[in-house]
């Protein structure tokens, strides 16, 4: 045993050798897609011998990124206070001049089309931006506005500074509810009749390293068609649960438009494209076999966007094959699925990446310190309580489809409400009636309820986050919602009032 | 086959027009997509294109209006090849190929009815883009020497 370890440490690569390697032109570069066909093909103590370095890629949208900038001072100088480039609100989390664009922050203008990620895309581009800008003004900072064009070039610093990204994997998405839905993982059609995915599988750098041997602060990648670094873990790093992210950090001078992409996601908002790879040092056999990762070995679960909680229901186990070939059944049924982020940019960043290194213009670094293994992702501490539907409910007034209408007018007067919900036998919802209906059918002359009935009706779950119900009346303009279970069965109603009384809108 | 928009009065919806047309000039019209509700109706429907102009000109002597519908165009240089829009379309005329390029198959695509990608593309690569009514002959022929060529 003590032999074996002590052979296979001698046969072990290193940084340095590799970047030898690379000076000399020497260098065995593949992506990880071909290692996994060399491994396939032969055998990972070949692919070992003959392999120094793998590439990964990855081209996601990436909301947790932004843009440090220094703008440098004006005279009079101005300590700033708010700023906006671009009619889009940027941070000023320092002192005078710094400010941070982030990505998902929204024209005021243009919302939900135009944003942070916009701006970072366009300075990127090259193209000139408008900033503008207020402050309270000081003896030191005289100034109070000021409204100015700038172009990269007029920066100090041009840096992006993004606190997570490179998600190891993610959720495949869909939809339960009766209606469309508009989130981060894109426009999610009623009844589970698409889903959508986002991650690179096995090209995703985290799933070619995922005990993080090579990858760690100060470890040299692609980022955004530019060099940049990993400068520790990503916010909500979950490594234990291969939810792995990372913090990077590169020059945005040296970046191109093509791997850095504002974005904007309909009725959600705006965002980031990011383009990342990273290389992966074949130190050891064990490297050469965890690189061999497959889309088939890489799960994740269909997770029900329709449901507006924290935990959201998970429907089923899918693999990145089967997400990569555009179907997948859930519930017996095929779902059209496809992929948020783009799975051609991320080959095309980590052939990039292969050519750069076997063009001994990227070298590899040692990371100064490893990224955690361990650490978990917490939920939020909430010291009050959150209200659901169930708690607001009340018993609904019902009625059946064949009875007359001025019984239901009776019914509305005497129990003083102003939505009777139309059950079946089984109490089954059918439709809702609302007094207004009432009233139009009086003086229309209508007397049977079966013309009258709204039978499309908008509806609560008891488990349904108030604001969630809220939110649902507000964008339908109705004032109440039936409470149905998962058969349809009509549990209570709960209506705007109630909601208001509680929330206090 | 060219793809047109028929559009109905609310008057109109309610006779049994498209059939008429049908039995009268014995041609076969493909309804693909079909919209009604209280202000009224529109399909939109394969037509041969050797009875275009019979078709058109029956169904406007009935009052009805008759288009090309939008048909989407997806901006190459904006589209970066996500795949957002590709579980939308419900008659797959966009597609992932095997290089993970998004295709769209114009000839498949129902346009206007439905434009269910349009909003949806992170990149605002796809637009909905009118057809020119004027051109409406010009297609049909562009339509009939493209069947031409593609039979030769």
Known sequence: MEALKLSSKKNNRTIEKINQKIRTGDVQVLTSEEMKKLVESSSVEVAFKEVDVVTTGTFGAMCSSGAIINVGHSDPPIKIERAWINDVEVCHPGAAVDLYVGATAMSQMQPFEYGGGHVIEDLVRGKEVELRTTSYGTDCYPRTQIKTSLTKDDLNQFYLLNFRNCYQRYACAVNSRDETIYTYMGKLLPQLRNATFSGAGELNPLMNDPDYETIGIGTRIFLGGAQGYIIGEGTQHDPKNLNGTLMVRGNCKNMLPDFLKGAAFAHYGTTLYVGLGVPIPILNEGLAKKTAIRDEEIFTNVVDYGVPRRDRPELKKVNYKELKSGAITVNGKRVRVSSLSSLKKARDIAGTLKSWIENGSFYLTSPVERLPRDSVFKPMRQTEGTPFVASVMQAAVTCYENEEIRAIAERIVTRSVNHIIVVDDGNRLGGIVTSWDITRAMAEGKTALADIVTRRVVTAKPDEPLEAASRKMAQHNISALPVIDAERKVLGIVTAEDVSRLLGR | ?152
Not at chain 2, 12 to 18: D, H
Not at chain 2, 19 to 43: M, Q, R, Y
Not at chain 2, 56 to 81: H, M, N, S, Y
Not at chain 2, 116 to 123: K, L, N
């Open chain 2, 1 to 152: 086959m060219v793809r047109i928009l028929f559009r109905f009065s609310e008057e109109l919806v309610a006779k049994p027009t498209t059939a008429e047309i049908i039995l009268e000039h014995k041609v076969p019209i493909n309804i693909i997509t079909a919209h009604v509700d209280s202000k009224g109706g529109e399909f939109l429907a394969e037509v041969p294109d050797e009875a275009l102009e019979t078709v058109v000109k029956a169904f406007r002597q009935r009052g009805a209006t008759v288009t090309l519908p939008e048909l989407i165009e997806i901006d190459k240089e904006k589209c970066f090849d996500c795949g957002a829009c590709v579980s939308l379309c419900p008659v797959e005329a966009i597609t992932v190929a095997e290089d993970y390029s998004v295709n769209f198959d114009k000839e498949k695509c129902v346009g206007s009815t439905c434009s269910a990608c349009v909003e949806a593309c992170p990149a605002g690569a796809i637009e909905s883009v009118k057809q020119n009514n004027a051109e409406l002959a010009n297609n049909a022929l562009r339509a009939k020497r493209k069947t031409n060529n593609e039979t030769v």
